[in-house]
């Protein structure tokens, strides 16, 4: 499903189209956010800096997913979806491509995967 940018998300969709991982950073405490929000979950500090990540991550959690959620989907079950720590400390969810052996702490690189209108964010086992 296509995302949808409000004011938060739009310079982040943004540069997911240019293939770049772009974040909030907390003007106040240094802490890298995820997702895009107007203050900081941790000091909550209004306004922020942002910063490009490296795309790299472990794996944090998972989930294989059997029963496609539509209709549009179901030539792609069984598919993985996983909770991601980024280097810089924030979590994202995203899809997880290939077929690796899944562990806690797996090393994870982004990859993006452009769609008619929109680009998707999505993980795959690092060197591959
Ligand atoms: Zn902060």
Not at 17 to 30: T, Y
Not at 93 to 114: E, F, M, S
């Amino acid at each position: 499903v296509a995302p949808q940018p409000d004011e938060e998300s739009a310079a982040f969709w943004a540069a997911v189209k240019e293939h770049r991982l772009e974040l909030q950073r907390c003007n106040a405490c240094g802490r890298v956010r995820f997702p895009p929000m107007p203050g900081c979950p941790y000091c909550g500090a209004l306004g922020h800096d942002t910063t490009e990540a490296t795309g790299s991550g472990t794996l944090y959690s998972w989930v294989v997913v059997h029963v496609p959620l539509t209709p549009s989907a179901a030539a792609e079950v069984p598919y993985t979806i996983g909770t991601i720590t980024l280097e810089e400390g924030c979590r994202m969810v995203a899809r997880i491509d290939g077929d690796p052996a899944l562990r806690d702490g797996l090393a994870l690189a982004a990859t993006y995967v452009d769609h008619a209108d929109w680009t998707e964010v999505r993980f795959a086992a690092e060197g591959r």
